[in-house]
């Protein structure tokens, strides 16, 4: 029995003492420490240039790379990659694509619509909102529109209700 016990107490050190190896030298490849540097894999699912060759390393549904880089290198090649984007040229549009081939994505694309109202003195202006990578903004502010104004006896309809000096004595 006495023979059984010293070897289960041995067998629980050995196993201790192995799990300690086993957690070190995980330690270890992780962090780098004492040459034991682990070479990162790229991240092909992030849409960005992880190895710095300025082509994306993956394409997104649309086609193309969130971090506005080229298109190209969708198997994270290394950075020596002579992967090329060939670019047909065409029409800019707004789909995060550089479609004319000037090396710049959706520049100077813009959208515009009719804001305010045209009745009375009020006149019409224009908002109008810009392409950012492939995703059309917000609208802007209404410019050049002329707003109601407080109704005065003038023959003129400046509160834009229809009705010219309703508020005047007759």
């Known amino acids: 029995m006495k023979k059984r016990g010293r070897k289960l107490k041995y067998l629980l050190i050995l196993i201790a003492l192995l799990l300690a190896a086993a957690i070190l030298l995980a330690i270890l490849f992780k962090s780098g420490i004492s040459g034991f540097a682990v070479k990162k894999l790229p991240e092909c699912s992030d849409h960005i240039d992880n190895d710095g060759n300025g082509y994306c390393d993956f394409l997104n549904k649309k086609g193309y790379c969130e971090d506005g880089s080229r298109l190209g290198d969708p198997n ?17 549009i707004c789909d995060g694509i550089d479609n004319d081939c000037d090396g710049e994505i959706d520049e100077n694309l813009y959208e515009t619509r009719e804001c305010g109202i045209s009745l009375g003195q009020c006149k019409k202006g224009i908002e109008k909102r810009q392409c950012e990578m492939g995703e059309w903004g917000l609208w802007g502010e209404c410019e050049g529109a002329v707003y109601p104004s407080k109704e005065i006896c003038d023959k003129k309809d400046n509160d834009c209700d229809g009705l010219k000096d309703e508020v005047c004595a007759k």
């Open 76 to 92: 994270c090649k290394d950075s020596r990659s002579k992967e090329q984007y060939k670019c047909k040229k065409s029409k800019e």
